[in-house]
């Protein structure tokens, strides 16, 4: 018969001690993958969703982060600029969840390109193009075919709206101005911004006399006023397509288009004057 181990036999000891780590690093093994488990649902909660959106929609998507933040998400990070700029930084690989254009050719632009996660592009909204002046010049006019608008610019002053080479507010008033047969008097006195909020500001500073902006935008500054609104069949559609971006497609980035789809999406853009579609 064997006599019992002595407590204080070296090996003995080394062995004791294994075991007991191997028990110990087992449990602790344990605990941290219950604990993974458990923040797993917290994690994806709190993933932070960048959102890149036309110029245009800047008041309403700030309004639409506090929501999203009171419902338990990081609030968004936002670049806001013209949709021609940020489709091609996107093209050129700039990180994105969620793409909001203020038309559709420029949505147009990333999905030929594949740059959109299928199934996920909708039509949320719509605008109207207004003309607008400075509220301390306040002006009203009825606007068609033979409106005297170099008149109302007067001998120097520019009309101020987007780049109509790419800047979708710029485009439709081309379209417009053309359908009422004043591009070819206007053009030379465009004074073209790189998106319809740096028109507005041009308004603003009376810097321009009048500017070609969308109505939402007009309705953001107490320094304009509208002076008329453009025909709805003298350009296309003003229409706001949202999609999420191929490359920052999560369950996260399509809630959140759901929730811009969604009732408390849908009333911070019409309490922002957006047509909801």
């Known amino acids: 018969m064997n006599p ?7 090996f003995y000891f080394r062995r004791r001690s294994l075991a007991r780590f191997t028990l110990e690093k087992g449990f602790l093994m344990r605990v941290l993958l219950l604990i993974c ?7 994806a909660r ?3 969703l960048t959102v890149f959106a036309a110029a245009s929609l800047t008041d309403a998507m700030k309004d639409v982060s506090t929501l999203w933040a009171r419902a338990g998400h990081q609030p968004l990070r936002m670049s806001f600029a013209s949709s021609s700029t940020l489709a091609r930084q996107i093209e050129q690989g700039a990180p994105a969840n969620l793409f909001a254009s203020a038309d559709e050719k420029w949505m147009n632009y990333l999905a030929e390109k594949k740059l959109i996660a299928p199934g996920t592009r909708e039509d949320l909204l719509g605008n109207d193009l207004v003309l607008i002046v400075p509220a301390n010049k306040p002006q009203h006019v009825t606007i068609g075919p033979g409106f005297d608008l170099l008149g109302l610019l007067g001998p120097r002053g520019r009309l101020a709206t987007g780049d109509p080479a790419h800047v979708p507010v710029g485009i439709y008033a081309e379209q417009a101005l053309r359908k009422l047969g004043l591009w070819d008097s206007i053009a030379p006195r465009l004074a073209r911004t790189d998106d319809v909020r740096a028109a507005l500001l041009l308004v603003e500073r009376g810097e321009a006399p009048a500017g070609i902006v969308y109505a939402t ?3 953001v500054s107490k320094a304009v006023m509208i002076a008329g609104t453009f025909p709805a069949n003298s350009h296309d559609p003003i229409t706001y397509p949202f999609a999420v971006v191929k490359s920052g497609d999560t369950a996260e980035a399509r809630a959140l288009l759901a929730f811009l789809a969604g009732p408390q999406g849908r009333a911070v853009f019409v309490q922002r004057g957006f047509k909801v579609e």
């Open 37 to 43: 488990v458990l923040l797993a649902p917290l994690t």
């Open 4 to 10: 019992p181990p002595n407590p204080y036999d070296e």
């Open 217 to 219: 935008d007009a309705a």
């Open 46 to 48: 709190a993933q932070e």
